[in-house]
Every structure is written in C-alpha cells, then in structure tokens.
Nanobody, 129 residues
Framework: QVQLVESGGGSVQAGGSLRLSCAAS????????MGWFRQAPGKERQGVAT????????LYVESVKGRFTISHDNAKNTVYLQMNSLKPEDTAMYYC??????????????????????WGQGTQVTVSS
C-alpha cells in the first residue's frame, strides 16, 4: 500500500509558475513509478509526466514538454512537478499516482499509458488568462 498526499495547487495568471508536491508513504520501494495526471471538467484524465525513482528517467506528454519538470527527492519520499509558462488549458485537478515498475527492468521509463495502482486526492490548478 502507498499513501499519496498532494499539495501546492492554486490560482495563477497565464505565464506564471507553480510547484506541486506529492508526499508518499508506505511501500514506496516497490512502487518506484510515480506520475502526475490531470483532469479538467468534462474531459478524460490525462497523463502529464512520470518518473522512475530508480534511476530518474522521465516521460512527458507532448503538451507540457519544455514547460513542466518532474523530479524526486528520495530522502523525503516526495515527487515534484514544476510547472512554468502555465496556460489556461493547464487548468485541471492534478493527481499524483504510483505503481510498481516493470519486472526485470528496474530503471525503465514509466509509461503514461499503463494503469497506476495508487492515487492521491488531488490538488486544483487554475490558470487565468
């Protein structure tokens, strides 16, 4: 079991920045794939970025490349999402998620398209134009 608690959401103007944090507890060693997802009203949930905490390899959805950075601090069991140059279309509830990596490939990048097992409660990000 993994417990995830997000923080850092808020309201900003377009072009601004926010940093989201996800504090993890429980079996974080086994669940080394961490990800950020978002869901806007009336839209499907979208994978934003993932990081493999064993090695640090990252993946991003195309729409946030160059603007968002996912990182981790293993000593604090915390994953971050630094969001710069925010746009109104980034407005959504942002969720942190965790799952095990691929057996036999401990440092392989964590796909945005495979299901995640554990989810946080979400933190709202609102970007105004």
């Amino acid at each position: 079991q993994v417990q995830l608690v997000e923080s850092g959401g808020g309201s900003v103007q377009a072009g601004g920045s926010l940093r989201l944090s996800c504090a993890a507890s429980g079996d974080t060693v086994s669940n080394n794939c961490m990800g950020w997802f978002r869901q806007a009203p009336g839209k499907e949930r979208q994978g934003v970025a993932t990081i493999n905490r064993s090695g640090g390899r990252t993946l991003y959805v195309e729409s946030v490349k160059g603007r968002f950075t996912i990182s981790h601090d293993n000593a604090k069991n915390t994953v971050y999402l630094q969001m710069n140059s925010l746009k109104p279309e980034d407005t959504a509830m942002y969720y942190c998620a965790a799952r095990p990596g691929i057996n036999g490939l401990p440092t392989y990048p964590c796909s945005l398209n495979l299901p995640f097992n554990y989810w946080g409660q979400g933190t709202q990000v609102t970007v105004s134009s």
